[in-house]
């Protein structure tokens, strides 16, 4: 039978179930990467599964979000996962190293090996050919204790690319074409694998720009497949052993197909306040700006900053203009002052910024009160960045230099005629590995450091039998989990936090949210279609678990929000008939009867007492997630399943 290139190493780690669309399947996971904002969190319920050592191939903790200092909450976290890392085999990526994908593309990424990510942006690594998983930190720490990764059998979309780039085209155009097509909602339970002749166009990093913002369609992963051109990258590694030819066969069969024409592909740009609301850039060229932020962990790689620092070459950035730029690893920042291109940023008047996400998940550089920022990230929900009023527009790197020049958002027609954009993969980058810390072969002696501001993080128990709450908020579609725990550089530093945090659990939009939790004794959440889209953050789920949030009624789930619920023993039901979300009031009171025989089925029926109506819910789950649901959560059920 022909395979496609997802289902042979879906294949080749096939623990339980079967490869049948639509059915439960866990795989077993090769790598493991964490990065601080969730990090801490996945270590403290990692250490509740009494696991000496991890028991994955390679286990990497990043430090990348949490770099500003501004009080002792941050590095005391660090230190927590620098210690706990060292304790139980796990390498430690220090501050200043870079950003986790970024890094983990460079020096660890093995085609054909799965990677499990506390990050949403972990399939970055599927432009290396690895199927890599954006998690939250409970799989991740149960991937790190040797189980397997569960997920339900994706759909396989081929997205097959014709042609070559032309020169004021990108990587971040390609991606920017597919959200247009299939939006932020179209690829839940889906891989992208990308085929066809101009894949062999482009380069791993450019690669990895694409399958990093695959997470924005809501997609299990993306993959591209390892080929020369992932030879040439090994290589300039020194990673060569690494290499393993993958693809699809040629008469694998798909679920869907788009072709993309590189060679008629223009300049996109995703206007305010979603990555799918993409149009040519010539669209909106001439709109004036006020910031402009090159860098995270979609456009930050050696090649981005080499065609950057050409860009501004002999051009100095607007006076209007706020120019910030942080390169995504050691690594590239090292090569790029060895040869002299950050002497050409810096000269045009950029600010550098140290190798980190920053910006991207608004830890500094907030744009003004009604900021006009362009930006190379992969979000632009509103307030992300760190400013409300502020409209965020997700470019090229290319479209944002050339818009810091000229004050405004510009075109291919912009640029100066000889500009050089055609840049290779050098033959050797420079390979320095000494903010990588590895484990410690006597963890015996270890002691765990952990600062005050850690608290344990809550649990829940085994649930009852009638649930019952009044509805404390009723949100629209595609409610993000930053709408949902905010994550900014006030809030970052108490991710480790959960009882300090939970006080402002959905504070951008309703302020009383918290406090109406706490004097309801917790309650309902009833939601639009895509909740709990984006950032892969567990907190989204133990904020609302601490406030004795009981079930989600949602007419759409994200997927690993979805996955974070039910870990959290939060039920996660969908409306069977979406207009009975129409008549559900905040402060509605809900109950659920005979949920423990309720649940064994697909669907629950559920009484609105206030308006004195039923309807029924869906409730789609394996029976394993049905018996993690019961149990109050996925560390009980574990607790539960080994006696």
């Known amino acids: 039978m022909a395979l496609t290139l997802s289902e042979k190493i879906i294949k080749k780690h096939l623990v339980t179930g079967e490869m049948i669309s639509g ?28 696991i000496d050592k991890v028991r994955t191939k390679l286990s990497v903790a990043y430090i990348d979000h949490n770099m500003l200092q501004s009080g002792p909450e941050n590095a005391d976290d660090h230190l927590y ?13 220090k501050p200043g190293n870079g950003i986790c994908h970024q890094v983990h593309l460079e020096r660890f990424s093995v085609p054909g090996d799965t990677l499990l990510g506390s990050d949403s942006h972990t399939p970055t690594c599927g432009g290396m050919g690895m199927l890599a998983f954006g998690a939250g930190g409970l799989d991740v720490a149960a991937a790190m204790a040797g189980g397997e990764y569960n997920i339900v059998m994706p759909q396989i979309v081929n997205v097959e690319l014709k042609g070559k780039l032309n020169k004021f085209s990108t990587a971040k155009d390609i991606i ?32 990895g720009t694409i399958t990093n913002m695959g997470a924005e369609l809501g997609a299990t992963t993306s993959i591209f497949p390892s080929d020369e051109r992932t030879l040439e990258f090994l290589k300039a590694q020194g990673r060569e052993k690494e290499f ?16 993309i024409d590189l060679n008629m592909l223009s300049q996109n740009i995703a206007l305010p306040h979603s990555p799918d609301a993409v149009v040519p850039v010539s669209k909106v060229r001439g709109k004036k700006v006020t910031q402009v932020a090159i860098g995270s962990c979609t456009n930050s ?19 209007d203009v706020s120019l910030v730029v942080s390169p995504g690893s050691k690594q590239v920042l090292a090569m790029i002052a060895q040869n002299g291109a950050l002497a050409k940023i810096i000269s045009a008047g950029a600010r550098i910024l140290e190798s980190g996400c920053g910006p991207c998940i608004g830890m500094g550089q907030a744009p003004s009160s009604n900021g006009v920022s362009l930006r190379t990230f992969n979000r632009n929900f509103k307030g992300r960045c760190g400013t409300q009023s502020a409209d965020v527009y997700l470019v090229s790197p290319e479209v944002a230099a050339i818009s810091a020049i000229k004050g405004y958002i510009a075109g291919s027609e912009d640029f100066d005629d000889e500009v050089d954009l055609n840049i290779e993969i050098p033959e050797k980058f420079l390979i320095k590995d000494n903010l990588i810390v590895s484990p410690s072969d006597n963890s ?10 850690i608290k344990p993080f809550p649990k829940n128990k085994t649930m009852k039998n009638t649930i019952k709450g009044k509805v404390l908020i009723k949100v629209g579609e595609d409610v993000t989990t930053d709408t949902i725990m905010p994550s900014n550089a006030k809030l970052l530093p108490y991710r480790s936090n959960i009882p300090y945090l939970s006080e402002f659990c959905f504070s951008q939009i309703d302020e009383n949210f918290s406090k109406r939790a706490k004097e309801n004794n917790g309650g309902i ?10 950032s892969s953050r567990e907190h989204a789920a133990l904020a609302p678990l601490y406030l004795g949030i009981k079930a989600v009624m949602a007419k759409s789930f994200a997927r690993i929000h979805k996955s974070n619920l039910v870990n959290n023993g939060i039920l996660p039901l969908t409306f069977v008939n979406e207009e009975d979300y129409e008549i559900i009031d905040m ?56 006696g």
């Open 444 to 453: 015996k002696n270890i002691e765990i450091i952990r600062g005050p501001n």
């Open 587 to 642: 402060m509605d009171e809900i109950i659920i009867d005979n949920i423990l025989e309720q649940v064994e089925n697909n669907i629950v029926k559920v009484k609105n007492k206030t308006k004195n109506k039923t309807f029924e819910m869906g409730l789609t789950l394996s029976k394993r997630q049905t018996d993690i649901i019961k149990s109050g959560g996925l560390l009980n059920f574990m607790k539960k399943s080994r």
């Open 81 to 93: 996962i620098q210690t706990v890392a060292k304790k139980h085999g796990i390498h430690f990526s």
């Open 301 to 319: 790689s050696y090649m981005d900053l080499m065609k950057v620092a050409n860009i501004l070459d002999g051009h100095t950035v607007h006076e």
């Open 244 to 259: 393993t030819e993958l693809k699809a066969d040629e008469e694998a069969v798909y679920s869907e197909k788009i072709t």
């Open 525 to 534: 959440i009833v939601s639009g279609k895509n909740y709990g889209q984006g």
């Open 23 to 50: 059915q439960e399947i866990g795989i077993k996971i090769d790598q493991t990467l964490t990065q601080d904002s969730t990090g801490t969190m996945a270590y403290l319920q990692f250490e509740t599964m009494g």
């Open 176 to 207: 920017l074409e597919v959200l247009k097509y299939f939006t932020v909602k179209g690829g839940v339970n889906k891989i992208f694998e990308y085929t066809g002749e101009g894949v062999k166009t482009l380069s791993v990093p450019e690669r």
